[in-house]
C-alpha cells in the first residue's frame, strides 16, 4: 500500500522511504542540521561505512581507541559520491516540505543545484568544486531554517569567486579560449 500525504508531524513516513537511514539523521536533514560533510550517511551505498572507523574496540583488552573523521575529498572523491547522497538529501527536503506547505516549485529549486554542479564539476577542479558546494550547503541551510529553499536554485557568485574562479581546470593544448569576460562565462555555466 502505498503511503499517504501529507506526512504527519513526526519523520516517520519518511523514514519509511529511507529504511536504510538512522531516523535520527532523517530528523536532523528535517531540522536542517546534518552538515554537508555528513549527507554520506543518506548514500544507501555506503551505509557499512557510516562509522568510518572512528572508533576501534579491542575485544581483548577491552581498549577503545579513536581515529580522525576523514576530510571531505576522501568522503566525497568525485562528483557520483557526492550527487547520490545529495539527491537523498533533497528527497527528504521536498516530501517534508511540501507536506509543510512549500511551493510546488521546490523540486525545481535542487534540480536547478544539482545541474549546477554537475556543470561546474566539468570545468574547475573537484576539490574547489567541493569546497564550494560545503560552503553553499553551510549557506542554504541557514536560509532553510528561516523557511527559505529557493536559495538552492541561486548561483552565489561570491562563492564562486573564492572557491572557483581560481581554480579552473586546465584546457588541453590547442583549446579554444574564449574572450568573454569572467561575468559572461558564468552565465554559460548557469543560464
Not at 547522497?85 to 509543510?100: D, H, M, R, T
Not at 593544448?173 to 552565465?187: C, K, L, M, R
Request: net charge negative; charged share 20%; glycine share 4%.
Amino acid at each position: 500500500m502505498a503511503a499517504i500525504y501529507p506526512p504527519g508531524q513526526d519523520a516517520q513516513p519518511i523514514a519509511s522511504l529511507f529504511p536504510h537511514v538512522d531516523p535520527d539523521v532523517i530528523a536532523s536533514v528535517v531540522r536542517h542540521e546534518l552538515p554537508g560533510a555528513e549527507i554520506y550517511k543518506l548514500d544507501s551505498r555506503r551505509i557499512l561505512e557510516s562509522t568510518w572507523n572512528i572508533v576501534e574496540m579491542a575485544m581483548d583488552d577491552s581498549t577503545v581507541s579513536l581515529h580522525a573523521a576523514p576530510f571531505a575529498i576522501e568522503t566525497y572523491p568525485t562528483l557520483d559520491s557526492l550527487l547520490v547522497p545529495l539527491n537523498a538529501y533533497f528527497s527528504i527536503l521536498c516530501v517534508e516540505g511540501l507536506s509543510k506547505g512549500q511551493s510546488a516549485v521546490l523540486p525545481c529549486h535542487f534540480f536547478r543545484y544539482s545541474s549546477h554542479l554537475v556543470k561546474i564539476a566539468a570545468q574547475y577542479d573537484w576539490k574547489a568544486v567541493l569546497s564550494y558546494h560545503l560552503a553553499t550547503f553551510a549557506r542554504r541551510c541557514k536560509e532553510m531554517r528561516k523557511g527559505d529553499y529557493a536559495g538552492w536554485g541561486r548561483v552565489d557568485m561570491d562563492l564562486m569567486e573564492e572557491f572557483l574562479v581560481p581554480n579552473q581546470k586546465k584546457r588541453p593544448y590547442g583549446s579554444v579560449f574564449s574572450t568573454h569576460s569572467a561575468s559572461q562565462s558564468w552565465e554559460l555555466i548557469y543560464p
